[in-house]
């Protein structure tokens, strides 16, 4: 009995052993497996990315093209080399005013722009971005478009004009300066005659305080001052208008206007294209644009500042802060305007979805806001000078 048992042991003994060993086999076959499933299906996805070319409306100098660029590089590296964006700047394939034509029909697959680029299609283009300013500024226009149904009737209007198109909005632009002068605008009088450069409903807006308004892509600026097609001229900010060269042929720079002080990117893709991608590639896409959108803006405050210091202290600009009398002009505008444009039932829709929206948000922002100019002048005195 007892060698029996002994036996009976071993056999169980050596029956454990082997399974132990059929055990091992397996797992390494099954870790090689994984090995090579590891290894392998990047190299998979990457033979079948898909690659996106958009241009921007922008010159390479420019710091919109960086913050173009912000976008690419966070899309690019969100998506680990399955989605990729080639990026080009304005004029390789298309002028900027022409990048969402081009977008439509396919002939680019995305553009960065903004939308007064297009306002000629509908004047509700310029409310996403450039509209009328109820006490909200480019945060809030963001917080509109994301949560306040903004982005649901940008859809609609794309929808009505047949645009191929799928936008998402980025960057919460700082007030844009009332521009370049010959000399310091003390009165909105003084404005009446002058030919001057802007887009969209500003257009509208200063054509209505009786400026002679032209409108041009950023590029063409200095040449058409210089020709004498402009006398005055507003772009964007400090950064971009030295970029160009607006201290070369003009020493006076008003800071503070309503005609833009609400605006934002909207970065635009074929929406064929987009349609057919992967949901985990539409969603870089689209939380891309979130996040180049807090980057720009922390960017803008950095270089815009420094731009701004340069211009008064090593260009000899004169930089003077736009008269209220003025600004109370432009709203005065602003409201003649929109008298004819509300006899649109669509662009109504917007406007007043966008004021109930200002109407909550800004009295908020602005009954709870610190008096940062109180603390900055407490700390600086004199420094601001108004």
């Given at each position: 009995m007892k060698k029996v048992?002994?036996?009976?042991?071993?056999?169980?003994?050596e029956g454990e052993k082997n399974g132990r060993r059929k055990f091992l086999k397996t797992a390494a076959a099954a870790a090689g497996a994984a090995t090579v499933a590891t290894m392998g299906f990047p190299m998979v996805s990457r033979a079948q990315s898909t690659i996106l070319k958009m241009q921007g409306a922008w010159g390479a100098k420019d710091i919109f093209n960086d913050y173009a660029t912000d976008y690419v590089k966070r899309v690019n590296e969100m998506a680990g080399g399955r989605?990729?964006?080639?990026?080009?700047?304005?004029?390789?394939?298309?002028?900027s005013f022409q990048v969402q034509d081009a977008v439509h029909k396919g002939v680019l697959d995305g553009g960065h722009q903004v939308t007064v680029y297009w306002y000629g299609k509908s004047k509700a283009a310029?409310?996403?971005?450039?509209?009328?300013?109820?006490?909200?500024?480019?945060?809030?226009?963001?917080?509109?478009m994301h949560y306040g149904g903004g982005l649901d009737l940008y859809?609609?209007?794309?929808?009505?004009?047949?645009?191929?198109?799928v936008g998402f909005f980025a960057m919460p632009m700082p007030t844009q300066p009332l521009g370049w002068f010959k000399k310091p605008i003390t009165d909105a009088k003084e404005l009446a005659g002058l030919k001057y450069r802007t887009v969209?409903?500003?257009?509208?807006?200063?054509?209505?305080?009786?400026?002679?308004?032209?409108?041009?892509?950023?590029?063409?600026?200095v040449p058409a001052l210089e020709r004498g097609v402009i006398e005055a001229f507003e772009f964007n900010n400090p950064t971009s208008d030295k970029s160009f060269g607006a201290q070369d042929v003009s020493k006076v720079y008003m800071l503070g206007s309503y005609h833009q002080a609400a605006e934002f990117f909207e970065i635009i893709f074929n929406k064929d294209k987009f349609n057919a991608l992967p949901d985990e590639h539409k969603a870089i896409l689209r939380y891309g644009a979130e996040a180049a959108s807090s980057a720009n803006y922390w960017r803008g405050l950095d270089q815009y500042s420094k731009d701004l210091q340069w211009l008064k202290n090593d260009a000899g600009v004169k930089v003077y802060r736009t008269p209220q009398s003025v600004m109370e002009e432009q709203l005065a505008a602003w409201d003649s305007i929109m008298v004819d444009l509300m006899k649109d039932p669509f662009f109504a829709k917007v406007a007043n979805s966008q004021k109930d929206f200002s109407r909550r948000v800004a009295y908020y922002d602005?009954?709870?806001?610190?008096?940062?100019?109180?603390?900055?002048?407490?700390?600086f005195?004199?420094?601001?000078?108004?």
């Open positions: 048992e002994v036996k009976k042991n071993v056999v169980q003994k989605l990729k964006i080639q990026y080009l700047i304005s004029g390789a394939v298309v002028k310029s409310l996403f971005g450039s509209g009328p300013v109820f006490g909200q500024n480019a945060h809030m226009g963001l917080a509109w859809n609609e209007l794309m929808e009505s004009l047949g645009i191929n198109t969209g409903l500003a257009a509208d807006v200063m054509q209505a305080m009786g400026v002679k308004v032209t409108q041009l892509p950023g590029g063409e600026i602005l009954l709870n806001s610190a008096d940062y100019k109180l603390a900055y002048e407490h700390t005195p004199g420094e601001l000078g108004f």
